[in-house]
């Protein structure tokens, strides 16, 4: 799981919070489970089981992979519609190519993000590049659906393209654990996505037998999704795995710790996203690409899109490589 490394023992530490800080319990652990998205690439549903009251103000999140593609197998996804919320695209293993038809787009690979506003509408694509589709290898990733609250779900589209190298890193209080701030604040140190919605996106690697503290706004909720590996969530030591979700309740601060002795020796670091926001607390009506807030509003958004008023593709638009055979 690549992404972006770096010397724990060169980073600046997290800071502890103090002894009268509550911690945040669980409240929750579910599993994901698998299906297929997009032309068949498999994807494991984080939120599958979790009441949206307690994921507000995320939608959905999909754990891309992982999977060792073979020549002719790598898959994405054709054009398609988004209106009403932010997609999030962070890439761990293998690279993928985005475009809109709002001119963003580019390349994303190990540890980049791309964080797409759709906002009043557009069309987009993500797919392999023909190389990695004629050769294969490795694909793994996460795609997290952020909403928008009513105010800014016609807000006008926009792209961001975060290179690995912008996320603040960080290590641990015992330089056990590697910290990736995509986007919101962990103590001091903030990440580089600028968001509609408030929220903190972080990736943790925590090695056999490490702690890591994180303080968490109040405000916020929190969600501790792992991505590899197994560990323990809070002092209580609810232990989880790869492909669990642990819903977590209030507090400033959140615990993890690394397995001693893992539960696969492949994978001995615990891998998590470590994600949460403030809660917009509206109605949600979510059909499809589409996620805004009355049922009206949605059949407007199917109706926009059939008459074009979307977007629509490039002359020179991307299109899914297939080769002969």
Request: aromatic share 6%.
């Amino acid at each position: 799981m690549p992404a972006v490394t770096a010397d724990t023992l060169a980073l600046p530490r997290i800071p502890v919070p103090a002894n009268d800080v509550p911690e945040r319990a669980v409240r929750q652990i579910t599993t994901a489970p698998s299906g297929y998205e997009g032309e068949g690439f498999p994807v494991r549903r984080a939120f599958a089981g979790v009441d949206v009251a307690d994921l507000d103000p995320f939608i959905h999140m999909d754990q891309m992979g992982e999977v060792e593609y073979a020549p002719g197998e790598p898959k994405g996804t054709p054009w398609h519609p988004h209106r009403g919320f932010e997609t999030v695209t962070y890439m761990l293993d293998g690279t993928f190519l985005h475009q809109d038809s709002q001119g963003g787009g580019g390349v994303i690979s190990d540890g980049d993000t791309q964080w797409m506003t759709a906002g009043s509408g557009l069309l987009h694509i993500e797919t392999p590049p023909e190389a990695l589709v004629v050769a294969g290898g490795m694909f793994h990733g996460i795609q997290l659906w952020v909403n928008l609250p009513a105010k800014d779900k016609m807000s006008p589209p926009r792209y961001q393209s975060l290179e690995g190298g912008q996320v603040a890193l960080l290590s641990s209080g015992d330089g056990g654990a590697l910290v990736r701030v995509i986007a919101g604040d962990v103590g001091e140190h903030r990440g580089p996505g600028a968001t509609h919605t408030p929220i903190t996106l972080v990736h943790a690697t925590v090695r056999p037998g490490a702690r890591l503290v994180l303080p968490w706004r109040t405000d916020f909720n929190a969600l501790v999704y792992v991505l590899a590996g197994s560990g323990r969530v809070s002092s209580e030591g609810r232990p989880v795995s790869k492909g669990q979700l642990a819903v977590l309740g209030q507090g400033g601060q959140i615990v993890l710790r690394g397995d001693d002795n893992p539960l696969q020796a492949n994978e001995p670091d615990l891998e998590v996203l470590v994600l949460g926001g403030r809660p917009i607390r509206e109605p949600v009506a979510a059909y499809g690409p589409f996620v805004m807030n009355t049922r009206a509003e949605l059949v407007q958004a199917v109706e926009d899109f059939q008459a074009g008023r979307l977007g629509t593709i490039p002359a020179d638009g991307l299109q899914p490589f297939h080769p002969r055979g």
